[in-house]
């Protein structure tokens, strides 16, 4: 194969985050909107990458000087460790062109960076005829997120390569899709974009600080992400609801909350939201809204008056797919 087009799509974390990266599960969703990524084989010994969504035009790289990745550019810092790693195991030196594009902002925190990983590793392995299972993928996958930013649990590159609904544990321990097909949510987006890796390390000063009691908010974040999944899968909507303003609490315990973040939570509620609670790390980002069909169009206009933009998605999406 010479040319191949692949999107996967973003995500919204429904609970759990936090916990997760401590061993405990969480719940992911895949959104409808996708990244994709276009790539070619060239027959110079060139990585070329384009990315406009992230202002990256014409960004040129040989493919004996990718092994020098420290300093990257922010915009082809995964893409361009993504191919590394895929080189550097599976033993190939391509020329390749590859060109991102975005149906969503990478401002949102709906998971771009792991969806182009994602996208391009798989993109990857259709063009050098690697075949490679969902499992093997997700293993370079989180190998390169670690190697760029950290920390991270890898639930977003589960969503991004499996899609659905997804009861997730660290490092890809387990991955159980979900029968959910329909959640009426809501997306208010705070305006403020988040640093997860920081909110990461900010959350881990705390549990070193508090061991027992961070442990404890941990272990509630547990509990009530099992039972959620069991309320999930009964669509027992006032129970979801519950037990996402309980997670709000605990998140809030965890010290990631915002003034922003928590005005636009308590108008969804205001507004008759079921639920309403932080998704992904905080600190700016998104908020979601469990909403009926009567309180729809108030959660809206509770959280556009209180300041939020009101994000169009719906769960839950395909995985990674070719175009
Ligand atoms: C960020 O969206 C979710 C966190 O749990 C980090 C992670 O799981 O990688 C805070």
Redesign the pocket.
Known sequence: MEKVKVSAPGKL?LFG??A??YGFP?IVAAVDQRMQVVAETLARPEIVIDAPDVGIIGYTKKVDLLKNSDNLPKGVQFLETAVKNFFEKYQVKTGLKIKTTSKFSSQF?FGSSSAVTVSVLKALSLLLEIKLSKKELFKIAYRTVLDVQG??????LAAALWGGVIYYVLGGKRIAPLEVKNLPLVVGYSGVKAD?PS??YQVNQLYRDNRQVIKSVFKSIDILTRQAKKALIKKDFSKIGQLMDINQGLLDALGVNTLKLSRLIFAARKGGALGAKIS??GGGDCMIALVGRESEPIVKSAIRKAGGKVIEVKISAEGVRVE
């Open positions: 974390m985050e936090h997760v990266v969480c925190g920390v991270g649990s890898g639930f977003d997860t909110l990461v992904g790390a």
